[in-house]
């Protein structure tokens, strides 16, 4: 069984940046695609951005491309999504998505792509 923690959500102001943190244990992280989806009230959950196993290749919702940036550490079993110009539109309880597959270079976007989830965390951008 896969545990998914997230952590360094908070209240920011438009303009600001602020870094997401994910650790995944249970299992060997670097077998896992790795994702990031938020939900804002009253929407459904969204993709946000995408890893794969390596690192190597990543995918990002039209809405955060060129201000997010999804990484990961396979030495920490972390994954990592660094927000800047944030908007108030990024406001969202933002979750971490785990993805256990054998191909090294693949990313997943859709939320039936991920077995394994996080429990949230809250991230508020005030205007």
């Known amino acids: 069984q896969v545990q998914v923690v997230e952590f360094g959500g908070g209240l920011v102001q438009a303009g600001d940046s602020l870094r997401l943190s994910c650790a995944a244990s249970?299992?060997?992280?670097?077998?896992?695609?790795m994702a990031w989806f938020r939900q804002a009230p009253g929407n459904e959950r969204e993709f946000v951005a995408g890893i794969s196993r390596s690192g190597r290749h990543t995918f990002y919702a039209d809405s955060v491309k060129g201000r997010f940036t999804i990484s990961r550490d396979n030495a920490k079993k972390t994954v990592y999504l660094q927000m800047d110009s944030m908007k108030p539109e990024d406001t969202a309880v933002y979750y971490c998505?785990?993805?256990?597959?054998?191909?090294?270079?693949?990313?997943?976007?859709?939320?039936?792509?991920?077995?394994?989830w996080g429990q949230g965390t809250q991230v508020t951008v005030s205007s």
């Open positions: 998505a785990v993805r256990p597959t054998e191909n090294i270079n693949t990313y997943y976007s859709r939320h039936s792509d991920y077995g394994y």
């Open positions: 249970g299992g060997t992280f670097s077998n896992y695609a």
